[in-house]
């Protein structure tokens, strides 16, 4: 079964609109972590926001937030203002509870155009 | 540079070859990781390892593949008598503490071209 699930695999947005991406999982495990990568066309893996399983308020860190529904097992990243600097390839990732690997999404590739 | 360091950046191999990827993790991380990601998919995980030990490499193929974190010196993944299907990008990553709630911070990747 597929734990990381990414429905859109291109989203477009216009320069200064924001933009949500989507996410689910599964997992049965009560603790685990929920990471946002940013991979632009250069190859490297920019890690941009985590979440806990037991965080109460949705994490932010600057013009990125994610919104994590647990009951709906969702964790949607969501960047405001979008600049073109943007467009890349957007990965969610999953760690469980008692392991230390990253299982990822296939990813949505973003374009932001003026 | 207080980034994970991969070298190189770009191997090419012909078939048959030994291909050598390093890591060295980020200062003060005990814990590195290796991922492969082939064209068009997300990073799938390899192996993770502390100082000179594997804790698990559920992730590796059984055969051609190592891995390896001295006491000493960068983490490396060698990869045996390539084969044109491992051609891809292998990132690691490394952690402070390990555990589910820990950030892994990626290396720029290694960009593995098979002839």
């Known amino acids: 079964a597929q734990k990381i699930t990414q429905t859109q695999p291109g989203m477009f947005v216009q320069e200064k609109e924001a933009v949500t991406l989507d996410c689910t999982y599964d997992?049965?495990?009560?603790?685990?972590?929920l990471f946002w990568y940013k991979q632009p066309s250069s190859g490297e893996m920019i890690f941009l926001i985590y979440?806990?399983?037991?965080?109460?308020q949705n994490a932010t860190e600057g013009r990125y937030s994610l919104n994590f529904q647990k009951a709906r097992k969702s964790a949607n990243l969501v960047i405001s203002a979008s600049q073109l600097g943007d467009s890349a390839m957007y990965f969610c990732?999953?760690?469980?509870?008692?392991?230390?690997?990253?299982?990822f999404g296939t990813g949505t590739r973003l374009q932001v155009f003026p | 540079n207080a980034g994970v360091m991969q070298n190189p950046r770009h191997l090419v191999r012909r078939r048959g070859q030994e291909a050598r990827l390093r890591c060295s993790p980020m200062?003060?991380?005990?814990?590195v990781y290796w991922y492969r990601q082939l064209p068009e998919e997300g990073l799938k995980f390899m192996v993770y390892?502390?100082?000179?030990?594997?804790?698990?490499e559920s992730g590796m193929p059984k055969e051609r593949f190592s891995a390896e974190f001295p006491k000493e010196g960068p983490s490396i993944l060698r990869i045996q008598q390539v084969v044109r299907g491992d051609s891809a990008a292998y990132f690691c990553?490394?952690?402070?503490?390990?555990?589910?709630?820990?950030?892994?911070?990626f290396g720029p990747g290694t960009r593995l071209t098979v002839l």
């Open positions: 990553a490394s952690s402070l503490q390990g555990g589910s709630t820990d950030t892994q911070y």
């Open positions: 997992t049965s495990d009560q603790s685990y972590g």
């Open positions: 979440q806990g399983s037991y965080d109460e």
């Open positions: 990732a999953m760690r469980e509870g008692d392991t230390d690997k990253l299982i």
């Open positions: 200062k003060g991380h005990s814990h």
């Open positions: 390892l502390q100082k000179e030990n594997i804790i698990d």
